[in-house]
């Protein structure tokens, strides 16, 4: 049984844009101010032509590790499958900081204790051990309740916005190329499709459907950026948690309370499943590389999990630093591992060749 | 043994999972006990010679009568170096933890103003739990005072004065509420600049003040009932108090905005005054920035109907706005609006965002005239005066 391309389109165009609607649209802001849509649209095509080169890949219906043991020898391919799984742990980590402090700080009202986040890592550790093919049936299910939470979001945001704030576009220089410098943390998407390759049932098109179904929720975050904009114009780099900000405007809300927060959970719920999915795509890597023993699929997706949870407590209050190491000294991990790594492998041989 | 290692992971997973589960429920799910918590209803911040004082006004149950229904409130004050240390001391003083997250008022002293106010908002903004939608206003005397003050219309000040920042009364013309949030944005802007509504109080004067006392506003304290008024603008460049709008000017401002929807004001016929009410507006703050020279002028566009006139008994339908009395209004309006602008000259304070729209339509032309658009002296004034027929 293998993921359907139904359940892919899904995930392109619903699922991946959610972990985008949190903290980015505010680290957007800081750096390249009113015109924060440029760096996200130079980040959205470059994953989009990444998404194509991995799903090209995909088409070939074989696993990462026979296409690369074809290419390399199996050898090469563990060192290649291991160093990948370490990256995508890597990559794991800033979703997980950021949805941590989204729950903490939006669903409860002064600040939980550092355990509340806790159970998530239970999730992780339960959904990576799954098959990866059950990613399919979550992603049928998700697609429809991110769309939901989505268009909610936006129905009851957009008409508080002012759009002139936009304007004039360009105006800040180097603050664009910073922009797309310090939020490649947040755009990793192709790379989470390269575990799945052998896992995909993919024809020939699915690749090109692919990449623009992944514009299609590239253009809702685009979006959904210039609302938020719109609303809090020069105080954007204060709305850290940006889905939760945006809706509470709407004359509706005063009267009746903060019933934006139901389709705010909805998003939320999404973004939970996506935060684990670089841990599953961890442990896939892992197994690919080193078989799939007995136990080792729960031992792994517990050690790592737990390895996480580990971090998420030592680095509690060091969100910043945090941040400012993954998205600033470090940024170019993920170019190389989300943009180059997908086009590159496509020289990789076929096993059957 | 070979079974209790297969076994192993499945162990580890329930003691992990029973450890993390305890640790989750442990916590109240990190609630605070509403009985420990200060509900704060409004912040009222002045200028003291060691840094600020806070006063809060604190949310208390009315007690186990369930006739008695509405609001009481305490007013918690403390001084610090800071607002988060004034909040801190608040903590310290009562043993309730302060929680922002239903105040919806906050109050600058009239000293406060004269620094730059960024510096007691920043810990309102910043702080997740605070809403950014909640009103700043400007206050005469002390802020602390303010809020102590005994409401004759309802059962907190705070309420009270929210209520002149409704809707209705924007649309009126003579209040101009402004948001945290908007504010925070007019500051951090090109344009530097924003309004606030200055509130006064007045003595409760009338033979109201028993019955309202009997039906539940202000009981429970000695003090002198108030009434509270907000018909002036405090404007602000730069986070500084530079100047104050009076009632009819902030109408002006109003009408500019295009804000007004059944405000009144009054006018002549004749040698009789004669109330208007606006039932229709449009206005226009116009900037033409093309070189060599940048001109502005002034537009306001208003349908009106007559109220209040002086008829006699036998011309019922007397309520027409004859000629007389629009030419009248236009010159009303006129001398509101240009009166107006003659403070926002002096003041420097560029209450209609011209500079923003500059920088949007064209940075380099907002890099030529920047500084002179706050001083500019309109062209035009246009007061569009039309009657409903």
Known sequence: MTVSRRQLYFFLACVAPAGKLILLPARLAESAKNDLLLPAAIHLALQAAAVFCALLLCERGETLHDMLAATFGRVAAKIFLTVFSVFLAYAAFLPLLEEKLFVQSVYYDTLPSITSFAPFFLFAAYLAAKPIRALGRVWDILGIVAAIGYAGILILSAGSADYAALAPAGGSGMGILLGVLRTWGWFFDAALLLPLAGHIEAKKGTAWRGALFYLVGSAAVLLFLAVFYGIFQETATNQLFAIAATSKYFSGVSMLGRVDYAFVFLLGLVVLFLSALPVQGCVECLLQAYGREHHLPAFLSVGISAVLLALVLVCDFRFGDVMSVISGTLFWIFPLFSVLVPALCLALRRSHA | ?389
């Open chain 2, 1 to 389: 043994m070979r079974n209790f290692f297969r076994s192993l992971p499945m162990k580890l997973y329930i003691l992990i999972a029973a450890v993390l589960a305890f640790s989750f429920f442990s916590n109240d799910f990190g609630l605070v006990d509403i009985q420990k918590t200060a509900v704060i209803l409004a912040a009222g911040i002045d200028r003291t010679e060691n840094g600020f004082s806070l006063t809060a006004q604190i949310a208390v149950p009315k007690g186990s009568d369930r006739t008695a229904g509405g609001t009481s409130s305490v007013e918690i004050e403390a001084e610090g170096e800071t607002v988060s240390d004034c909040v801190s001391l608040i903590f310290s003083k009562t043993g309730w933890v302060p929680k922002l997250v239903f105040c919806d008022l906050i109050v600058l002293g009239e000293d406060a103003v004269k620094e730059d106010v960024i510096a007691y908002l920043n810990y309102f903004l910043r702080n997740d739990y605070m809403p950014d939608s909640c009103m700043l206003a400007v206050c005469e005397g002390k802020a602390g005072e303010l809020i102590s003050t005994v409401s004759a219309i309802d059962d907190a000040s705070s309420l009270a004065i929210s209520k002149l920042f409704s809707d209705a009364a924007k649309k009126s013309g003579k209040v101009m509420p402004c948001t945290l949030k908007d504010f925070a944005i007019g500051y951090y802007g090109v344009s530097e600049s924003g309004y606030l509504p200055f509130i006064r109080t007045e003595r409760q004067k009338g033979g109201q003040n028993d019955s309202l006392q009997s039906a539940g506003a202000g009981t429970g304290t000695d003090g002198e009932q108030k009434i509270y008024i907000a018909e002036e603008t405090a404007l602000f460049s730069k986070g500084k108090m530079v100047g104050l709008l009076d009632r009819n000017e902030t109408l002006a401002v109003s009408l500019l905005k295009g804000n007004v929807f059944s405000g009144t004001f009054n006018a002549m016929d004749g040698d009789k005054p004669v109330t208007l009410s606006v039932v229709n507006n449009r206005g226009k703050v116009s900037l033409d920035s093309r070189a060599p020279s940048v001109k502005l002028s002034l537009s306001v566009v208003v349908r009106l109907c007559c109220r209040g006139v002086t008829a006699a008994i036998d011309d019922i339908a007397s309520d027409r706005v004859t000629d007389d009395i629009l030419k009248s209004c236009k010159e009303t309006l006129s001398g509101y609006v240009g009166s107006m602008w003659e403070k926002l000259k002096g003041s420097g304070c560029d209450l209609f965002f011209l500079r923003r729209a500059l920088y949007r339509s064209s940075p380099k032309r907002y890099g030529m005239w920047k500084d002179d658009v706050p001083f500019l002296s309109p062209v035009t004034v246009e007061a569009n005066v039309r009657s409903m027929k």
